[in-house]
């Protein structure tokens, strides 16, 4: 949600009006209240606006879509990540294109001869029958 900020719907483009007046970052953030930095980030964000968008994607978001893990399974993996020097979004990722290349599914989950709970059997009211939040 945009923050208002001396008649403009937000600071951003009060920043970018004062710019454009011919205002200096300096005086801006006076008038604005806010720090220097803060200027110059939505100064930025003002100018990849007018490019057409807010940022670039990220390599990762090229072809993907987004996952839920709780937090719990994030600060469990974190340790392994660090072995590898890696972040703990780029571990899991990893990991699932490894579990789904190798196709062991099956071998990593070891559920099918469990019985299926109601939501599995066809009302999908939970991804996760092991009652972890969030993991999908």
Request: net charge positive.
């Given at each position: 949600m945009?923050?208002?900020?001396?008649?403009?719907?937000?600071r951003?483009?009060?920043?970018e009006?004062?710019?454009?007046?011919?205002?200096?970052?300096?005086?801006?953030?006076?008038?604005?209240?806010?720090?220097l930095?803060?200027?110059?980030?939505?100064?930025?964000?003002?100018?990849?606006?007018?490019?057409?968008?807010?940022?670039a994607?990220?390599?990762?978001?090229?072809?993907?879509?987004?996952?839920?893990?709780s937090?719990?399974?994030?600060?469990?993996?974190?340790?392994?990540?660090?072995?590898?020097?890696?972040?703990?979004?780029?571990?899991?990722?990893?990991?699932?294109?490894?579990?789904?290349?190798?196709?062991?599914?099956?071998?990593?989950?070891?559920?099918?001869?469990a019985?299926?709970?109601?939501?599995?059997a066809?009302?999908?009211?939970?991804?996760?029958?092991?009652?972890?939040?969030?993991?999908?």
């Amino acid at each position: 949600m945009s923050k208002p900020c001396m008649g403009y719907p937000s600071r951003w483009q009060c920043a970018e009006a004062l710019a454009l007046e011919g205002h200096p970052p300096g005086v801006i953030a006076q008038r604005m209240g806010i720090k220097l930095t803060n200027v110059h980030s939505l100064l930025d964000y003002a100018k990849r606006k007018a490019e057409g968008s807010a940022r670039a994607p990220r390599p990762a978001e090229a072809n993907a879509r987004t996952v839920v893990v709780s937090k719990d399974v994030l600060e469990a993996l974190r340790p392994h990540a660090a072995r590898r020097g890696i972040s703990v979004n780029e571990l899991a990722r990893r990991i699932l294109a490894v579990v789904a290349d190798d196709g062991i599914v099956d071998g990593v989950l070891d559920d099918q001869d469990a019985p299926r709970p109601a939501a599995a059997a066809g009302n999908a009211q939970s991804p996760v029958a092991d009652g972890r939040k969030g993991v999908a």
